[in-house]
């Protein structure tokens, strides 16, 4: 007969292994960020989250960034964007709504 632990391991493994295709998100922190340009899979947008705290990309212009828990907010030239930003399988995560009421959904890694 099992014990109770080895009970919980072997459903919990079980529960796993049925979902194969799903990719566990982990936060993202200020060091993913700071001082890093990252390539979106927006139509070749780039972001580059600068170390003071400034922000430049060819979609949203000049201005400044901040990540709050899970929520990155980019001020810039063309407009104020919040999304929830996650990391999956070693990419960045980027989605929400945007203030025209569309939605988005982009993939990122560094770029130089």
Same mark, same amino acid.
């Given at each position: 007969?099992?014990?109770?632990?080895?009970?919980?391991?072997?459903?919990?493994?079980?529960?796993? +292994?049925?979902? $194969?295709?799903?990719?566990?998100?982990? $936060?993202?922190?200020?060091?993913?960020?700071?001082?890093?340009? %990252?390539?979106?899979?927006?139509?070749?947008?780039?972001? +580059?989250? !600068?170390?003071?705290?400034?922000?430049?990309?060819?979609?949203?212009?000049?201005?400044?960034?901040?990540? %709050?828990?899970?929520?990155?907010?980019? !001020?810039?030239? !063309?407009?104020?964007?919040?999304?929830? %930003?996650?990391?999956?399988?070693?990419?960045?995560?980027?989605?929400?709504?945007?203030?025209?009421?569309?939605?988005?959904?982009?993939?990122?890694?560094?770029?130089?």
């Amino acid at each position: 007969m099992l014990k109770a632990s080895q009970c919980r391991l072997t459903i919990t493994s079980l529960a796993m +292994s049925a979902l $194969p295709g799903v990719a566990l998100a982990n $936060p993202v922190t200020d060091a993913d960020l700071r001082g890093k340009t %990252i390539c979106w899979s927006y139509g070749g947008t780039k972001n +580059s989250y !600068h170390k003071d705290g400034s922000f430049d990309s060819n979609l949203v212009g000049h201005g400044t960034w901040s990540l %709050i828990s899970d929520r990155l907010t980019e !001020h810039g030239d !063309h407009g104020v964007y919040t999304f929830t %930003i996650d990391k999956q399988g070693g990419k960045l995560h980027m989605y929400g709504r945007t203030p025209g009421g569309g939605s988005v959904e982009v993939w990122g890694d560094y770029c130089g």
